[in-house]
């Protein structure tokens, strides 16, 4: 074999390798984004006994967490929510991220829209299963727990 063939086999093998490595070191999940009503108090689905919340499915939620790039990403969509309306993404029931939302996501006035954010976490989220909703931000008297309007939820997601 020659030089050239034995060096382009090392090159192939080694970004094979390195591919494998990477994709060990990833993990994915993907859910429906389920419409609940208004917010509820259960940190999990149905009755705080883990699962999937129960509902009609408007949209998906996918999340990645990548511990070479130290990288937590969520992805959601949503449709056939209310139009023109502001909603807080949050992570629930996770004990060692963020304990507030993680951003906004704003339908348009077909009630659509997309969020996506990139966290950077020093380690993995080992808190085992957890989920994101979207909720109408917090009112004082507001309809659903915590003052929470119209929630949609997807999970649970177990990235370890």
Known sequence: MNHTKKALLAATALLVAGGVAFGENATNGNAPLISIGNNVAACQGPNNQGGPFLGLT????????????????????????????????DVRCWVFGP????GTLTTNQQGTGTFQIDLWLEKAPEM????????????????????????YIAGPFNLQ
């Open 128 to 151: 085992g299963n957890f989920y994101i909703d979207i909720a109408v931000p917090a009112q004082i008297g507001g309809p659903g727990a915590g003052g929470y309007g119209d929630t």
């Open 99 to 102: 304990q507030h939302a993680i």
């Open 58 to 89: 408007k949209g998906v939620v996918n999340v990645h967490y990548n511990a070479v790039q130290k990288r937590f990403q969520v992805n959601v969509s949503v449709h056939d929510a209310l139009p023109n309306t502001a909603y807080d993404v």
